[in-house]
């Protein structure tokens, strides 16, 4: 899955939109995701509004280097907004899912075949996740960030015992 499409998946969940009818104003919000120090790329990052704030918060999948650059989904839109609604947010930090690429079909002659297989195969071990379980619930997360009525950098700084 490529980095557009894990993009579009994420904005689909954030399509309640990001601000109300009234059109509310959005300002820029970016930064950089590390965690120890060390830049987490392809992480997808998602701003939860707390009570009192307007909207359905907004969302980036970092780059590479931990950049990100914030985006919303207005009702009714077609379309991401870059920006979101200045106030307070949880923010939830969650790798997303990708699927494995398949190897391209080899076309086999039938003396190619492999042998069946005896046994089931094992099952697959699930990858641990890098991102310290806290941070990937809205419930337990501890970064919590005021979003100025300016918007402007905005660096997420995670530890690996928060």
């Known amino acids: 899955m490529s ?5 579009f998946f994420a904005f689909l969940t954030v399509l309640a ?3 109300g009818k009234d ?10 995701l590390t965690l120890d120090g060390k830049p987490l790329g392809l ?3 998602r701003f939860l509004p707390e009570a009192g704030t307007p909207g359905a918060g907004a969302e980036a999948l970092t780059e590479e280097d931990g950049s990100y650059s914030l985006t919303c989904v207005r009702p ?6 870059r920006g979101i609604v200045p106030g307070s947010y949880r923010v939830v930090v969650t790798e997303p899912p990708v699927a494995p690429a398949a190897p ?5 002659t039938e003396s190619q075949w492999p042998e069946p297989a005896v046994a089931p195969p094992a099952p697959k071990r699930q990858r641990e996740s890098v991102i310290p379980l806290p ?3 809205a419930e337990t997360t ?3 960030i005021a979003v100025p009525p300016e918007g402007g950098p905005i660096d997420l700084a995670l530890r690996s015992r928060p």
């Open 3 to 7: 980095a557009h499409q894990a993009m």
């Open 23 to 32: 059109e509310l104003p959005l300002v820029n919000v970016e930064g950089q």
């Open 135 to 137: 941070y990937t619930r």
């Open 142 to 144: 501890a970064l919590r």
């Open 17 to 19: 939109g990001c601000g």
């Open 104 to 108: 391209p079909p080899q076309e086999q």
């Open 76 to 81: 009714g839109a077609l379309k991401a907004e």
């Open 43 to 45: 992480m997808s990052v």
